[in-house]
């Protein structure tokens, strides 16, 4: 089904002025990075907390210029996109995301918001927040026929192999007097690592000589999206079931009676569950479980509150990503302290140098953390951290740590002050701001910088970018370091002759090994990619693919782009004059202009073909893709839709 969504204003309204846009836009992207690498790559590079925040500062910038709120917002989505590794399948219902709320005063609000909405005095389920991988389950006559992740949340990633894999899924689901089987039912679940079985996994894979994972949510995640089921097989993974989806034959009148019909029929359960009559149980639920979250035999980063009466949650509907009748009340990160051995930095794509700290090991949220970022030598400053202290390490939920200050009794006098290096570690090159008053300094030597090559040979070959499977992190750098490619503009004219004089892509015997022939047929491939992708493959600042988007449907083709002047792409829906800007700057740069040439000659589409003869019906208007259409993927969908002059969403 599409809906169409006319794009208007009211009068009312106050424009958007031209900083908050271009700050929408940059958090816009970044947010999607960050949804990128959490749900599909398992890889988070930010806290929980920085990204709330973000998606904080992003809400309140809509709330304040409503006409930022399209349907593409990240605040409208939920989840992430599906990885390509696995067949995306379509829910029968969306899976929504959860609203989450941080201190007691939110969750006061969002209970006032019941009462408003016409749900006065119900009664909630109370539960813990399992720290996993949301997975939805469906079963034909009681029979397990697709196990699925959330992805975006209308369709995923299918695991079904893995999933029989997986202790207490069954196959079949038993049926009771009260409870009988149902025609059909989506179960909604959590896939997690128990704390001892993780730390179990991980004694036996350093026992191996293999790397241990980072934290039980991530090796979940990678557990279950394992190509081959028999290693998935292997992973003590286990399911905690917390929701129905699409159902035929049974409907429950409370949330309460759906889980035990779950667990009537045979599926796992939490037995932490309760239902409490006021607002005030609730506040006594998430007290003991604050209390008492490591006596629990999986991590917990929270509880989720539901209305319990399956009437009321009706008549409370939902948001474009989450229902009205249900919250996450989110526990504050955990603390502890440890040793601060040593700040380094890291350069990165665009020549950013960050500091970071090593630490000694300390356990904290399910993991063993060394390291934690430190933003930028002002940052290191404000905190009044000094090489040689115990610090306090904060760990919001399962990703990278963040060092909250020094314990400063704790001194004994040999502690020294960092000092930002002066010249870039990789190369050499003096390091300035990349503009007056900026807090982040940078190594402006962006043509020949080894870091950044090979962050940004790296970047082209990312899912949102060209999307080339086999040229990772290492492959980059393997390929930078045999003199097989200058810099990324040498990508393209890659054969099978430069290959072999790069050993990571060669057998014992000297040949070309499989890996190497799979990156010349992806590269082959990627040529034909759509001209948004290789806009965001050229690492212009600020440009993601949402303004990439933008600027393909505008122009058509990177020549009409390179010839645009600063208002005319500023003109552009989404774009503004940062980007502008940085567009027009990108372009008078000799080597990039070298770069979009050899990429030319490789053989790299540089323009969208346009069918005219298909009239732009949709000019102006943005059309929200939801549910499945006969004959059609949603990209070919959406794909009809900017055809037709149309934005397409969803």
């Not at 009211?10 to 749900?39: F, K, N, Q």
């Not at 502890?336 to 700290?357: A, E, Y």
């Not at 490619?485 to 990508?491: A, M, N, P, R, S």
């Not at 829906?573 to 940085?582: K, M, N």
Request: proline residues 5%; contains cysteine; glycine residues 8%.
């Amino acid at each position: 089904m599409t809906e169409r969504v006319t794009e208007s204003a009211s009068p009312d309204v106050v424009a958007a002025p031209t900083g908050a846009r271009a700050r929408h836009a940059e958090l816009a992207e970044t947010v999607e990075g960050h949804r990128w690498r959490y749900y599909v790559l398992d890889a988070p590079t930010v806290s929980d907390g920085e990204f709330d925040a973000q998606m904080r500062e992003l809400q309140a910038l809509e709330d304040d210029y409503p006409e930022l709120r399209t349907p593409d917002s990240p605040t409208q989505k939920v989840g992430g996109a599906v990885s390509t590794q696995f067949t995306a399948v379509e829910h029968a219902e969306r899976m929504m995301s959860l609203d989450n709320a941080f201190s007691p005063e939110e969750l006061h609000a969002w209970a006032m918001r019941l009462d408003r909405e016409g749900a006065a005095d119900p009664e909630f389920l109370c539960e813990l927040k399992v720290d996993g991988l949301a997975i939805n389950l469906t079963y034909d006559n009681g029979r397990l026929v697709r196990g699925a992740t959330r992805g975006d949340g209308r369709s995923g990633e299918d695991v079904t192999p893995n999933v029989r894999t997986i202790r207490g899924v069954p196959d079949r689901l038993t049926g009771t007097d009260e409870y009988a089987v149902p025609e059909l039912v989506e179960v909604r679940g959590e896939v997690y690592f128990g704390v001892k079985s993780f730390e179990q996994l991980n004694a036996s894979l350093v026992e191996l000589g293999k790397a241990p994972f980072s934290n039980p949510r991530n090796s979940a995640a990678g557990s279950l999206r394992q190509k081959d089921p028999r290693i998935t097989a292997t992973r003590p993974l286990r399911l905690v079931c917390h929701g129905l989806g699409a159902r035929r034959g049974f409907e429950p009148s409370r949330q309460s009676q759906a889980y035990a019909a779950l667990a009537a029929w045979g599926l796992p359960t939490s037995d932490k569950a309760a239902v409490v009559a006021d607002l005030a149980g609730v506040e006594d639920f998430i007290a003991y479980y604050r209390e008492h979250r490591h006596d629990v035999e999986h991590e917990i980063d929270g509880v989720v509150v539901k209305v319990d009466q399956v009437d009321l949650q009706r008549r409370l509907g939902s948001t474009s990503r989450a229902p009205r009748w249900a919250i996450a009340y989110k526990y504050p990160p955990e603390e502890v302290t440890t040793k601060l051995l040593d700040i380094d930095v890291n350069v990165g794509r665009t020549g950013r140098v960050t500091p970071f700290g090593r630490m000694e090991p300390v356990r904290v949220s399910g993991s063993t953390v060394e390291l934690a970022t430190l933003h930028n030598a002002s940052e290191v400053r404000r905190k009044g951290v000094l090489i040689g202290d115990t610090v306090v390490l904060r760990k919001a939920g399962d990703v990278i740590p963040e060092i909250v200050g020094p314990v400063a009794e704790l001194r004994t006098g040999d502690e020294r002050a960092f000092e930002m290096p002066t010249h870039c570690p990789a190369c050499g090159t003096a390091l300035a701001p990349a503009k007056e008053g900026d807090a982040d300094i940078r190594c402006p030597n962006a043509r020949t910088c080894p870091a950044q090559l090979r962050e940004r040979v790296f970047h082209v070959a990312g899912r949102g970018a060209f999307d080339i499977e086999g040229l990772g992190f290492e492959a980059a750098a393997a390929l930078l370091d045999a003199g097989v490619i200058v810099d990324e503009g040498d990508l393209f004219e890659l054969d099978e002759q430069s290959l072999l004089r790069v050993p990571l892509f060669t057998n014992k015997n000297g040949e070309l090994s499989a890996n190497g022939a799979r990156l010349l047929a992806n590269l082959a491939k990627a040529k034909d990619q759509p001209l948004w992708r290789v806009l965001v493959g050229l690492s212009i600042r600020h440009v993601g693919p949402t303004a990439a988007r933008a600027l393909a449907d505008a122009f058509g083709s990177l020549e009409s782009i390179e010839a645009a002047s600063v208002p005319e792409i500023a003109a552009v829906d989404g774009v503004g004059t940062t980007i502008a800007d940085a567009l027009v700057e990108w372009f008078d740069v000799d080597w990039h202009r070298d770069l979009v040439a050899k990429w030319t000659a490789a053989g790299v589409a540089m323009a969208d073909e346009r069918d005219e003869s298909v009239p732009r019906t949709l000019e102006g208007l943005t059309i929200v893709v939801t549910g499945s259409l006969e004959g059609y993927t949603r990209e070919s969908v959406k794909e009809a839709i900017i055809a037709r002059g149309g934005k397409a969403s969803g």
